[in-house]
């Protein structure tokens, strides 16, 4: 009996069928009420007590296998039978046309912004999310009691409140004039982290671009002219701007620059609020201690800084009411974007 039942085992193992009908056969070769496998357990009865375990257990370990086996087979020609490769046209289109992905509103809006300026001549950077104190704070004129480091604002690392997620990208310009020497010309895009309450016009989290120019002789006509350069190839030709005096910890003189209402060309609107103008960036002259903190010699150069917010201008392109949608990832909202 043991030796019928490793034979059979055998060719159960080594079955492999060409057809349906095949499958069949052996199946009631091994498994029908005459089967070979059925037979052998009808003889399994006369075994000895003593070796019974060791037979039944056999025998049941071959039924299983002839069984799987039997299936395994049954499956394969059951999906074979439903995709008949040679009825399809692969040529043909999709029967429910093809879903496109499309570039997210910030991505498309900071690669542009990207281009004007690599336009003329300002290189691509790119700053750290993780900060220390130093490089968001210190070194850009902002001493420890300043507003700007209010536990309101900053993200701190709990276990190291020397260490913050950036407030601004201007963290970047720390790293740039420490670690290269003038020119620098250069645009640093980025996220930025505040602990502000999410409301349709600010987030927790939002995009920035930095710019630095630093040289021998650059004035503050060079940034006026650089601002307005970009303000009329991001927003059109005839696009205005305007700066007025501000105040930045790093940049002295300091102005916010404003352009021309893009939706009602100055005459006033419910957007720009009816004043004719949309702020759009922060910039100055980086304030001389700011180049002494860099290592820079500031008796020798000057410099212009600028940062703009991305989702704000973003929001001024497409007409965006609400600072959310850029971060809920619904894709009503993400299609909109497809052809862009
Ligand atoms: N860091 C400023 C902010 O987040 C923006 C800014 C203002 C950047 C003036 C500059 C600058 O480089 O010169 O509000």
Redesign the pocket.
Known sequence: MKEKIEAILEEVENFSAKSKEHIEEYRIKWLSKKGEITVLFDDFKTVAPELKREFGAKLNELKNKAQEKINHFKDVFELQNQSSFQDIDLSLPAEHGTEIGSLHPIHIVKKEIIKIFEDIGFTLSEGREIEDDWHNFTALNTPEDHPARDMQDTFYIQTNPEIVLR????SA?VHLMENNKPPIRTISPGR?YRNETVSARSHCQFH?V???YIDTKVSFADLKQTILYFAQRFFGEETKIRLRPSF?P??EP?AEVDISCTICKGEGCNICKHSGWLEI????MVDPQVLTNCGIDATKYTGF???MGIERIAMLKYKITDIRLFFENDVRFLKQFQSA
């Open positions: 407030t601004q990208t201007s310009q930025v920035q930095e710019g630095l930045f790093f940049t300091s960036l922060g910039c100055g800084a600028f940062g």
